[in-house]
T-cell receptor, first 116, second 111 residues
Framework: DTGVSQNPRHKITKRGQNVTFRCDPI?????LYWYRQTLGQGPEFLTY????????KSRLLSDRFSAERPKGSFSTLEIQRTEQGDSAMYLC??????????????FGDGTRLSIL | GQQVMQIPQYQHVQEGEDFTTYCNSS?????IQWYKQRPGGHPVFLIQ?????EVKKQKRLTFQFGEAKKNSSLHITATQTTDVGTYFC???????????FGDGTTLTVKP
């Protein structure tokens, strides 16, 4: 069990460019979450998957954001036409859900996005 | 939508003093989780509370879930420098659904 892995660790790009982040969850985990975190705030929910199905997407998320988990394993988060306000830490978390209670989420180290 | 609020935002204590952070939800929760995030690190799961009025202890940490399942607290007895970090609560109001995180309480401990 190597934990949740996120790549890249840092991404610096110019405004208007597209960026893609990757998350590799803990292998037996069926649920995968994406969050965004800015300084002084808690993780803000973006979307989550149960296996390959995207079950919920935050209403705060614009259509520039898209996430996929094609085979129910790794996931990608893409931001198109990046804006200054997209600068943040993007966190991925995974868990193994098998009942009605939420299970602990295991977080990766995040991808820090800086928009110039 | 659901809102989760934490107070205080910051707490500075002398080593050995106690510390408490409070979490309040705008809606009734099915469960609440607590996480700790060290400076430069990612959130790490501490505990989950599910039952109304539940109290759980982990060494010097005591977690409580309110009777109405709308509030929770984390109390640390005799803080140590290793306790520094930001403590987040995360509430879920639908079973097996997404969690809403509070903005955390950042604890600093002066040796």
């Amino acid at each position: 069990d190597t934990g949740v892995s996120q790549n890249p660790r840092h991404k610096i790009t110019k405004r208007g460019q597209n960026v893609t982040f990757r998350c590799d969850p803990i292998s037996e985990h069926n649920r995968l979450y994406w969050y965004r975190q800015t300084l002084g705030q808690g993780p803000e929910f973006l979307t989550y998957f149960q296996n390959e199905a995207q079950l919920e997407k935050s209403r705060l998320l614009s259509d520039r954001f898209s996430a996929e988990r094609p085979k129910g394993s790794f996931s990608t988060l893409e931001i198109q036409r990046t804006e200054q306000g997209d600068s943040a830490m993007y966190l991925c978390a995974s868990s193994f859900e098998q009942g009605v209670d939420n299970q602990p989420q295991h977080f990766g180290d995040g991808t820090r996005l800086s928009i110039l | 939508g659901q809102q989760v609020m934490q107070i205080p935002q910051y707490q500075h204590v002398q080593e050995g003093e106690d510390f408490t952070t409070y979490c309040n939800s705008s809606t009734t929760l099915s469960n609440i989780q607590w996480y700790k995030q060290r400076p430069g690190g990612h959130p790490v799961f501490l505990i989950q509370l599910v039952k109304s009025g539940e109290v759980k202890k982990q060494k010097r940490l005591t977690f409580q879930f309110g009777e109405a399942k709308k509030n929770s607290s984390l109390h640390i007895t005799a803080t140590q420098t290793t306790d520094v970090g930001t403590y987040f609560c995360a509430g879920t109001n639908t079973n097996a659904g997404k969690s809403t995180f509070g903005d955390g309480t950042t604890l600093t401990v002066k040796p």
